[in-house]
């Protein structure tokens, strides 16, 4: 048996030990982490870095991680978290009561309805089959088609759609320019664009025909759905542009054309509690898209959703701000959270935040679920990066004006789960310059441990 003293020693020899080998490797984690901070190129930039081994709940190393930084698109993950957590199996597409004449809808902010991404439409089948006169009430939508924040400008750009309580097709236009060979005087063979619509539109459609550009192009008035179409040498060319949503008025008009009927407002027709529902996609089946993808428009409509489901009705700042007094009341540094995509530059987390949501996610999900909707090295938005680690790292970007993110989880050569958040803001250089920078960093630490 060992004296007490000889236990004592044991124990101080082993304490030690461990607390140099922690020292050692956040010094050793700190010169790779110089190769992104020092360098010349980042020398206006912010910079905050976090890693963390959950299996012993300790951190590997931290570097301005309780310091806030503009998130970009890793603001998904916290609503991919959310989503996970309270929209169950499956979407819920519509919510519907009925009597001997009529149905009543009520919207539920599916971003899946009619989306060409989804094949499978089972609200489009119920509303086709129906003989009974239909009505929706969409009292329940308590929000604003942008997001705080947004810049107005970008309003043109599919990863700009407006949010509304009955989305289709994305809540875009697809607008597309093709070429035919032609003799338009008779004599003389050449190539004449022509450009249309999916789905056929009967809004207000311009040609400019004095622009010199070559490229093809459409713009839309800011706050009408007027479009000018720029014809360009293309030979085949598409531009999905957002339409003006007029709360549901626009999905309603696309909507007829699909059905075959008209669908009528009447937000003062008393609704039955007791609201069948018709579910459209599997949950995952989005996230997973909306992950890979980095899509702004899912994942603002999925705030919405899991708004509805909670509050009842959809609005933005009345469910980030219940979220964040309870599934997140114990973040380390409490942060302003305004969309569910991380278009808007409102938004504020640090590096320890998204290792918490990221450790809570493991905890109450599994990994297994979170590699079938985080994308891999080679795939997704990590399709030109970490292409040797595929399988190794499942993470999300972000990328704003001089914002660059990356979070997610990493398993080391030594099969060591890490959980790692690096933020950069407010650097002047090309991004691809950073992310390569953050993946020969990732790199070093998942091959030496």
């Known amino acids: 048996m060992f004296s007490a003293k000889v236990r004592s020693l044991c124990i101080l020899l082993l304490t030690s030990f461990i607390i140099f080998s922690s020292c050692s490797i956040q010094r050793k984690i700190a010169r790779y982490a110089n190769i992104l901070i020092k360098d010349s190129s980042m020398a206006t930039a912010h910079v905050g870095i976090s890693i963390f081994e959950p299996a012993t709940n300790k951190y590997w190393y931290n570097y301005q991680a309780d310091k806030y930084f503009v998130p970009a698109s890793n603001t998904k993950i916290p609503t991919c978290y959310a989503a996970m957590k309270y929209l169950g199996d ?11 004449t009529a149905i009543f809808l009520v919207p539920a902010g599916d971003p899946t309805l009619l989306h060409p991404g989804f094949k499978n439409q089972p609200v489009i089948d119920f509303l086709k089959r129906t003989k009974k006169k239909i009505f929706i009430n969409d009292s329940n939508w308590k929000d604003l088609p942008l997001g705080s924040g947004w810049d107005w400008d970008d309003y043109n750009g599919s990863y700009s759609a407006e ?27 050449q190539w004449v664009p022509s450009a249309f619509s999916e789905p056929e539109v009967n809004w207000e459609v311009n040609f400019d025909t004095d622009s010199k550009d070559s490229a093809f192009f459409v713009k839309r008035k800011r706050d009408v759905n007027s479009y000018t179409i720029y014809q360009g040498n293309e030979n085949y060319i598409e531009q999905n542009v957002p339409f003006v949503t007029y709360g549901i008025q626009s999905a309603l008009e696309l909507l007829k054309d699909t059905i075959g009927k008209e669908i009528l407002i009447n937000n003062n027709l008393p609704l039955n509690n007791h609201l069948h529902t018709i579910y459209s996609q599997p949950l995952d089946t989005l996230l997973k898209s909306l992950m890979y993808h980095s899509d702004n428009f899912f994942a603002e409509q999925t705030i919405l959703m899991i708004s509805n489901k909670l509050l009842g009705v959809m609005n933005d700042e009345m469910v980030l701000g219940t979220l964040l007094k309870t599934d997140f009341k114990e973040l380390p540094q409490k942060p302003r959270w305004v969309d569910g995509s991380g278009l808007s530059h409102y938004n504020l987390f640090s590096p320890k935040d998204f290792i918490f949501i990221l450790n809570k996610m493991k905890t109450e999900f599994g990994m297994k679920r979170i590699q079938a909707i985080f994308p891999t090295g080679g795939a997704g938005t990590l399709q030109n990066y970490y292409r040797k680690d595929s399988g190794s790292i499942y993470a999300k970007t972000g990328t704003l004006t001089g914002v660059i993110t990356i979070s997610g989880y990493l398993y080391t050569k030594q099969n060591k789960l890490l959980i790692f958040s690096v933020l950069v803001n407010n650097h002047r250089t090309a991004a691809t310059v950073i992310r390569n920078f953050t993946q020969q960093f990732l790199e070093t630490i998942r091959n030496r441990y």
């Open 163 to 189: 949010r509304s309580a009955l989305p289709v097709y994305g809540n875009v236009i697809k607008w597309i320019q093709t070429q035919t060979l032609e003799k338009p005087d008779g004599i003389n063979e």
């Open 90 to 100: 499956s979407l819920a597409g519509i919510r519907y009561s009925e009597n001997d």
